[in-house]
């Protein structure tokens, strides 16, 4: 892997040179030449940590915009599931590698994935460059041959691209996976070290049909069932009490916060304050395009720290943490060294232009990049110590 110098690039207000080396950063002030190592101009350039975006569903994008404005049941079962009975495996690659692209050129390096045609996310990371943990989703009306498949390709799995690609069992939700299945997920995960990816309180309705057949909340359920803990990757937790916020963090889950499908599908708001106090990790997600409508998780930033304050609070979910949630809480979440451009973590980074009209003036880079920016703002995203995107010299987004 080859050495790539950052040659006067901005980091934390002062130029310096960063020089990557294996895919980390092995120094912050490197000299002005480095024998063996690629130069890379970044005058003018900022760097700051990329994004890992711990909820979505890449396969769908092409059911972007055709079910919009609906429940979420409503959508689910009148729209969507109707018409991904329709797609087929090449439907499904394409959608993934439009997914990646669009992730890319936004400042995302990492996805957790739960869709279908696994192989298909697999293939369309690799050829990108790009990290990912991708779900094999489990529902309840899946065949016992269809789980001894997915079994057998766990087992047998081995990482076409050295570290970059993950596995996670992914059971869907409590009301599209029972109890046994929820249980043989988690246990089948443990075996084989695998993450454990859910939704889980989205809904109220999901809240109030859980209370009527298991006489129980969902947390409080999967907490009886033993599937709670810190290898599992919770999504949305929008109806989620305090003492259920409590539960989450004494097992070490990680939350994946989807503002903007929270909104869109009319969810609710997430409990910020409650989710603060009890510690858990909480990283963000921008969850399907067919329910957001994009992937860009600079916005995810923006309207997370928004929503917080809607409630009165001007001084919840700063710049500054909501940045965390997006960066290095969402690599903690999958056992990654990375999210903060240090010495010895992993080369990942995005490079932005600070002569963009969106960051002038930038007294503050962390405040501008969550509340002002865009993605046109970015010049370069590395990955893994790699160049996997550079904005074209015509300007255009790519």
């Given at each position: 892997?080859?050495?790539l110098?950052?040659?006067?690039v901005?980091?934390k207000?002062?130029k310096?040179n960063i020089?990557?080396?294996?895919g980390?950063?092995v120094?912050?002030d490197?000299p ?8 890379l101009?970044c ?6 940590p990329a994004?890992?975006n ?8 092409y059911l ?8 979420l049941?409503?959508w689910l079962?009148?729209y969507?599931w109707?018409r991904e009975?329709e797609?087929t495996?090449e439907d ?6 439009l997914?990646?692209r669009?992730?890319?050129r936004g400042g ?13 996310a697999?293939?369309?990371?690799e ?10 989703t489990?529902?309840e009306?899946?065949t016992e041959?269809?789980?001894r498949?997915?079994?057998?390709f766990?087992r047998?799995?081995k990482d076409?691209?050295g570290g970059r690609?993950?596995?996670a ?6 009301y599209?996976v029972?109890p046994?299945?929820l249980?043989k997920?988690a246990?089948?995960?443990r075996?084989n070290?695998?993450k454990i990816h859910?939704?889980l309180s989205e809904?109220?309705?999901e809240v ?10 969902p ?8 599937v709670l803990?810190?290898d ?10 305090r003492?259920?916020w409590?539960i989450l963090?004494?097992?070490?889950v990680?939350?994946?916060?989807c ?5 869109k599908?009319?969810?609710g ?11 858990v990790?909480?990283t ?5 395009a067919?329910s957001n ?5 600079r916005?995810?930033m923006?309207?997370?720290a ?8 001007p001084e919840l ?8 949630w ?5 690599a903690a979440a999958?056992?990654l ?10 080369a990942?980074?995005?490079l932005?232009?600070?002569s963009?009209?969106?960051?002038t003036?930038?007294d503050?880079l962390i405040?501008?990049?969550v509340?002002?920016?865009?993605c046109?703002?970015i010049?370069?995203?590395?990955c893994d110590?790699s160049?996997i995107w ?7 987004r790519?």
């Open positions: 892997m080859e050495r110098l950052l040659k006067g901005t980091f207000s002062r310096c020089l990557v080396e294996n980390r950063f120094s912050l490197a002005d030449t480095v024998a063996d190592a690629r130069s101009d005058a003018g350039k900022a760097v700051i994004f890992y711990t909820h979505t569903h890449t396969g769908m994008m972007r915009g055709g079910g919009d404005d609906l429940p049941h409503k079962t009148e969507i109707p009975a797609m495996a499904i690659r394409k959608g993934n590698e997914a990646i669009e992730m890319s995302t390096v990492f996805f957790n994935d739960m869709y279908f045609e696994i192989e298909q697999i293939s369309e990371a050829k990108a460059g790009v990290r990912a943990c991708i779900g094999i489990v529902m009306n899946h041959d269809v789980g498949q997915k079994l057998e766990i047998t799995f076409p691209t690609i993950q596995l069992m992914a059971p869907h939700a409590i599209t029972g046994e299945k249980r997920s246990e089948i995960a075996e070290g695998l859910i939704h809904t109220a309705r109030e049909d859980c209370l009527r057949e298991h006489g129980t909340t947390v409080r359920y999967l907490d009886s069932l033993g803990g810190p599992v990757i919770a999504a949305h937790c929008v109806h989620v009490d003492q259920e409590d963090a004494e097992r070490g990680s939350v994946s916060h503002p903007c499908s929270n909104m599908l009319a969810s708001r997430f409990p910020y304050e409650d989710a603060i106090a009890s510690g990790r909480v963000l997600g921008t969850d399907s067919s409508n994009n992937l860009d998780m916005e995810e923006k309207f997370a928004l929503l917080a304050k809607v409630a009165g609070d979910l700063p710049a500054s943490q909501v940045i965390g997006a960066c290095e809480n969402g999958f056992g060294k990375a999210g903060r451009i240090a010495e010895g973590y992993l990942d980074a995005v932005i232009d600070l963009d009209t969106r960051l003036p930038c503050n405040s501008s990049w509340y002002a920016a865009d046109g703002c010049d370069s995203v590395m110590g160049i550079r904005r074209p010299l015509n300007g255009s790519g």
